[in-house]
């Protein structure tokens, strides 16, 4: 049981470029989220999505773009990377619970630089 | 919009010592509250979470939190704390739909021998 997969784990870009970040869980779960870590900021909410087919802005959406065309997986989407954008991005998923109490999964991360 | 503070942002404890670290959160409604720990280059592990029932939760590893309603708060304590528990620490709050966390910044702790 794999739990929260990402991919890749590292990647350095120039500005300007694309890339996509993806996520995959094997637990079945309906929620999924994109974070990103800065020094000193915290976990941020980028995106999230409460299920197949539908995707919702966080607390930082600006620059990104998601999809979750399965349920399994989740994909982060940069357009045109930007330094600001240099973070470590986490993927997380959980059950649908009542009143917000189940815990998140997190994956290992991906570690993001823009030149 | 919520927010979560951890005012501690470094601790340096020695190995035995006990550990506090403070958690607030400004949301006044129905909260669900939890610790995360991250050991340097891994992912964020849960400790322990509370949403309901008695207000003192136990986590593993000995790891312990108690919620105080009335000042907002959700501290996470340990009696005596080890060298491998060096890692940083998050507290969010999940409120609303979705289960969306909130985190606090995070407080580095450094066990010395």
């Known amino acids: 049981n794999a739990g929260v997969t990402q991919t890749p784990k590292f990647r350095v870009l120039k500005t300007g470029q694309s890339m996509t970040l993806l996520c995959a869980q094997d637990?079945?779960?309906?929620?999924m989220y994109w974070y990103r870590q800065d020094p000193g900021m915290g976990l941020r909410l980028i995106h999230y999505?409460?299920?197949?087919?539908?995707?919702a802005k966080g607390e930082v959406p600006d620059g990104y773009n998601v999809s979750r065309l399965k349920k399994q997986n989740f994909l982060l989407g940069l357009e045109s990377a930007a330094p600001s954008q240099t973070s470590v991005y986490f993927c997380?998923?959980?059950?649908?619970?009542?009143?917000?109490?189940?815990?998140?999964?997190f994956g290992d991360g991906t570690r993001l630089s823009i030149l | 919009a919520q927010s979560v503070s951890q005012h501690n942002h470094h601790v340096i404890l020695s190995e035995a010592a006990s550990l506090e670290l403070g958690c607030n959160y400004s949301?006044?409604?129905?909260?669900?509250l939890f610790w995360y720990v991250q050991y340097p280059g891994q992912h964020l592990q849960l400790l322990l979470k509370?949403?309901?029932?008695?207000?003192l939760v136990k986590g593993i590893k000995g790891f312990e939190a108690e919620f105080i309603k009335s000042k907002f708060s959700f501290n996470l304590r340990k009696p005596s704390v080890q060298w491998s528990d060096t890692a940083e620490y998050f507290c969010?709050?999940?409120?609303?739909?979705?289960?969306?966390?909130?985190f606090g910044t995070g407080t580095r702790l450094q066990v010395t021998l």
């Open positions: 949301y006044g409604g129905t909260v669900n």
């Open positions: 637990m079945n779960h309906e929620y």
């Open positions: 509370y949403f309901s029932g008695d207000p």
């Open positions: 969010a709050v999940a409120t609303g739909t979705a289960s969306k966390l909130t």
């Open positions: 999505s409460v299920g197949e087919g539908t995707t």
């Open positions: 997380a998923s959980s059950y649908r619970g009542r009143y917000s109490n189940q815990p998140q999964h």
